[in-house]
């Protein structure tokens, strides 16, 4: 790391690099312009009124953060008034025990104004003024011109800041480099960039648009990156340290003072996995990315490695490699191949378009320049419980395994059209509202003239989160072994059992506990009841989309917040062996030590569990891992293959943990002596210390594959 | 054709190269005071009683046909037991059972992993491994046996064909100690690992660390001395631990207590076979 970083890293730690917003007074007679021109117009001189964060360490500026006075980006959704309304009636606030609302990412399109610059998305809004009639229609392209036009001042003001800068400092080569920053924003974001430089400048300052993920970062640098490198305009050692700063900028866009500014879910991005033509994309500047972050002592941003079945055993080792030793825990793996197999075969995109997908948020697949659709979370063990407590008459008479799994899915089918009812609710509201700074870089905003808020983009996908659906297969396991197979505990007293919250059967729960043949354990029985529920998630989401079109694909993340105590402490006892109000489980597999067949057997029955590729959604697999089978070398090379191996039987996701039960258990009681202890939970890590208790006692309680 | 087996572990880092399934048979030939897998020394099925996790709950006594009396090996009382106090160890497998279980996991061996066959001592049983072994080499997987040694060398003679490797314990060379620590003589397993590395297998030698016991210079130099004639990959130095106690209790046997070595011990003794 070079000097110049890490005085960025220390003012970036301090906090001191967060762009507080600027207050600004509005003229109040612009109240009687038509909606689209006050909004647009406060925006604009919100953003004038702005200044960059200048040091004289820095070789860019220009990233600024909205408040709530102006309708401002996407992504905090702040001034939306529609948004507004519906977090304050329903965010964190689960409907009927079954349903909450949840927060959107999305990734803006940086591709395109790395080609066009914003002269070219003004060039595009000008031909659409021609193309539309429709008044509404018009004056929303009219909005995005001006704020194009706003952006474009806004990195003039920027540039007038650096080269007052530049006449401050005494060093040389900072002097340099703000000259040249103060030059580049003369043509930048304005004009496509001409250099690896400017084109990070473009993504730096354009992600005040929507400060949420940059997308798929090695796709679209590296045509600069290789023609600087080949014309010895820049080196290896240039394009880290420009990476670099751009990473502290994504770590110091989030207030030091909010608890997101040591989470990594916060601004999440890919790297390579198929090119449109069919070819593993991972490259130098792939390995760049992953080094450069690696060496900062951030939370922010987490990547996740795109895996596909021609990535060489080399490339995943060498990420496997970075991930043990990347102390934050910010690397993540996913799988191509499953992947594209559900958005080509259950969405229908072509492949060259299915390919442009990145994941935001925890692990949300989203495409370039787009939101993910519907994402409510869903308590999904509701179903059983419906069954145990409101239909148990049917429950005891039926007569077969398939008789009851026949009202289950009956159960299951009225609990999602409910679900789906309530998500497309929310999606009616969000669309009441108009963005404009985030629109100017989202797909299909300027040739539909619809703000994204309103589903502009064609390639999108709807990903509502089913909690708790290991509790559901589990359920469903207990029932068929001990009922219907082993015919040794009878309905009626499972029935019983559970009304009296295993009051009086506490030896029948032991047994389940004990002897159930729970998800993970790669049993004939587990695997069979486990695939049967995705066939019918499969069945019941395939020709299925939502209100704006968009295909459902079935996700289990739980995110930042803790649905799946509220849900669990409204859910009555469950078969699998959970009680009444006990929390639900999150993410496809965590099983909490009821695996007991060890890692093979448990990441077996994660890779064969769903066939057809319906929960490629937002989804999650969390595997706790001892420590010794990565810090031992020969013991890593295993590792590395069981995981290679995941991936060709069809695992979508895995993220490590690397943990001593000792230690967590210890944490809880001197969390002062273990404040840098750092675990992941779904899709997220953060300091295990600051995780409310009921996670603490989930991540302790989850197995640890110690071989 | 079945035979007693009393774990089949999947996803092992620590049974030979890569990643393997091993097969854990019940019944050994030798009674080494340190053991770790007590439970594995009777050839018949049992019950083990970690009383420990008793809670004194009196489901087994009411449940077992004849009240706990005698045991005729049903497994009631574990599926009965609601804190797993009670477990039968034992069950039987035919060669076709086992080997779909280690199919299972055919995907992760790779090059470099695949089963190992375990115990107890698997060799005990030559024609049921043979029948497992000959599976397994037709399904393509890698195959490991774990052996003690202490059998016939015809029993060697007809595993040898279908074998990839060898894992094969050598507790010391001296006879009188061999004896006083695992009640056999040990000239034949000395014997038998002179032939099978004329054979040309492949072999990793094993070599426990029991203070106490085997740690001694002058009996490591023996080892190393009989080992530097012999063709072997690799020799591990095992060291004792005491995870396995508490199974001593449970099978109704009394452990012998060692102590556990330091981590510059295990340094040294690892020394004596650096190459
Ligand atoms: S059933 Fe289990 S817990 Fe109960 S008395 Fe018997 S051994 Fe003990
Ligand atoms: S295995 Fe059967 S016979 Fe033996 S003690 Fe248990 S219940 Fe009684």
């Known amino acids: 790391m070079t000097d110049r970083i890490r005085k960025l890293v220390e003012l970036t730690k301090a906090g001191n690099m967060y762009n507080y917003p600027r207050d600004v007074e509005f003229d109040r007679e612009d109240l009687f312009l038509l909606r689209q021109d006050r909004e647009s117009k406060r925006l604009c001189e919100f953003i004038l009124a702005q200044e960059p964060v200048i040091t004289e360490y820095q070789t860019m500026t220009g990233f600024f953060n909205c408040s709530s006075v102006v309708v401002g980006d996407a992504f905090r959704r702040m001034g939306h008034e529609h948004f507004e309304k519906l977090l304050k009636d329903f965010y964190l606030k689960p409907i009927d025990n079954l349903s909450t609302f949840e927060w959107q990412h999305a990734t803006a399109d940086y591709d395109k104004v790395l080609r066009v610059g914003i002269k070219g998305i003004v060039a595009e809004i000008d031909a659409a003024l021609d193309k539309f009639v429709d008044d509404e229609q018009i004056e929303f392209l009219k909005a995005l011109k001006r704020v194009a036009e706003t952006l474009i001042m806004w990195a003039r003001k920027c540039s007038q800041r650096a080269s007052e800068a530049a006449s401050k400092t005494e060093n040389p080569e900072y002097k340099r480099n703000l000259i040249e920053l103060s030059e580049s924003l003369k043509r930048v974001p304005e004009n496509p960039p001409a250099t690896f430089y400017e084109a990070v400048l473009t993504i730096y300052i354009c992600f005040s648009a929507d400060p949420d993920s940059v997308g798929m970062l090695d796709r679209y640098l590296s045509p600069f990156y290789f023609k600087d490198l080949s014309a010895g305009a820049i080196t290896r050692e240039n394009a880290i340290e420009y990476l670099q700063e751009l990473f502290l900028m994504l770590q110091s866009c989030t207030d030091k003072n909010s608890k997101n500014f040591t989470r990594g879910g916060e601004s999440h991005f890919c790297i390579r996995g198929y090119l449109p033509d069919g070819e593993d994309g991972f490259n130098d500047l792939s390995r760049l990315i992953v080094e450069s972050l690696i060496e900062l002592p951030t939370y922010i941003p987490q990547i996740t490695v795109r895996w596909t079945s021609k990535t060489s055993r080399e490339t995943f080792r060498f990420c496997m490699d970075c991930e043990r030793k990347d102390t934050f825990g910010r690397i993540a793996f996913q799988n191509d191949e499953k992947r594209l197999k559900c958005f080509t075969g259950i969405c229908g995109f072509p492949f060259e378009k299915a390919v442009g997908y990145t994941t935001v948020g925890c692990n949300e697949p989203a495409f370039v320049g787009a939101v993910t659709g519907s994402n409510s979370k869903i308590n999904f063990l509701k179903s059983v419980e419906t069954l145990f407590f409101k239909m148990s008459d049917e429950v005891i008479s039926a007569g077969s395994f398939d008789e009851f799994y026949a009202l289950f899915t009956n159960v299951m089918s009225a609990d999602m059209d409910r679900a789906c009812a309530y998500d497309d609710k929310f999606n009616i509201e969000r669309s009441k509202d108009i963005n404009y700074l985030s629109s100017l870089l989202f797909q299909g905003c300027v040739e539909k003239a619809r703000s994204l808020t309103q589903g502009s983009a064609d390639y999108v996908i709807a990903s509502p989160m089913l909690l708790g659906i290991t509790n559901v297969i589990d359920s469903l396991i207990v029932v068929k072994q001990f009922v219907y197979d082993e015919k040794s505990v009878p309905m009626r007293t499972l029935v019983s059992a559970l009304q009296s919250d295993w009051q009086g059967y506490e030896d029948l729960r032991r047994t389940i506990l004990r002897r159930g043949d729970f998800f993970g354990n790669d049993t004939d029985l587990s695997n069979s009841v486990a695939q049967r529920v995705y066939r019918s998630l499969y069945e019941y989401y395939k020709d299925k989309k939502n209100i704006f079109g968009y295909h459902f694909l079935v996700g289990d993340l739980l995110g930042y917040n803790e649905h799946h105590k509220w849900f669990g402490s409204k859910t009555k006892a469950t078969p699998d062996g959970r009680a009444a109000g006990d929390i639900i489980k999150f993410g496809l597999g965590q099983s909490e030590g009821r695996d007991r067949h060890g890692l093979t057997a448990y990441l077996n029955s994660v890779a064969k569990v769903d066939p057809f590729a319906i929960a490629c959604g937002s989804t999650v697999t969390n595997v706790s891992l001892d420590e010794k089978l990565i810090t031992d070398d020969e013991n890593f090379e295993k590792t590395v293959n069981i995981f290679e191996t995941y991936f060709r039987l069809g695992g979508v996701h895995f993220q490590l943990t690397y943990v001593k039960k000792e230690d967590l258990i210890k944490a809880r009681v001197t969390p002062e002596q273990y404040g840098n202890l750092r675990v992941r939970v779904s899709g997220f890590s953060d300091y295990f210390v600051n995780l409310p208790p009921d996670i603490q006692e989930d991540v302790i309680r989850r197995t640890e594959h110690v071989e | ?275």
């Open chain 2, 1 to 275: 054709m079945k035979a007693l087996i009393f774990d089949i572990q999947r996803g092992s880092y620590v049974d030979g190269p890569g990643i393997r399934t091993t097969v854990f048979f019940k019944g050994c030939n030798l009674r080494c005071k340190w053991c770790h897998n007590p439970e594995s020394r009777s050839t018949s099925a049992q019950i083990l009683f970690y009383k420990d996790k008793c809670i004194s709950c009196g489901k087994c006594a009411q449940v077992c046909p004849h009240g706990l009396k005698k045991c005729t090996l049903c497994g009631k009382c574990e599926t009965f037991c609601p804190t797993s106090a009670r477990k039968l160890c034992g069950v039987l497998y035919t060669p076709d059972e086992i080997v779909s279980e280690i199919l299972k996991d055919k995907p992760y061996y790779g090059n470099s992993g695949g089963v190992t066959f375990s115990g107890g001592e698997c060799m005990l049983n030559v024609g049921f491994l043979e029948e497992c072994l000959r599976l397994c080499k037709s399904s393509g997987v890698n195959i490991a046996v774990d052996t003690a040694g202490n059998v016939k060398w015809a029993s060697f003679e007809r595993v040898l064909p279908l074998t990839d490797l060898f894992l094969y314990d050598v507790k010391c060379v001296s006879p009188d100690l061999h004896v006083l620590g695992t009640g056999a003589d040990n000239r034949l397993i000395l014997d038998n690992l002179a032939k099978l590395s004329r054979s040309g297998a492949k072999i990793i030698v094993r070599v426990p660390l029991i203070p106490g016991f085997n740690d001694d210079e002058r009996e490591f130099v023996k080892i190393a001395d009989l080992l530097s004639g012999l063709n072997i990959v690799k020799v591990e130095v095992l060291p004792y631990h005491s995870m396995g106690e508490h199974k001593w209790a449970a099978a109704g046997l009394s452990p012998t207590r060692y102590r556990v070595p330091s981590a510059s011990e295990i340094e040294k003794f690892r020394g004596f076979f650096a190459k």
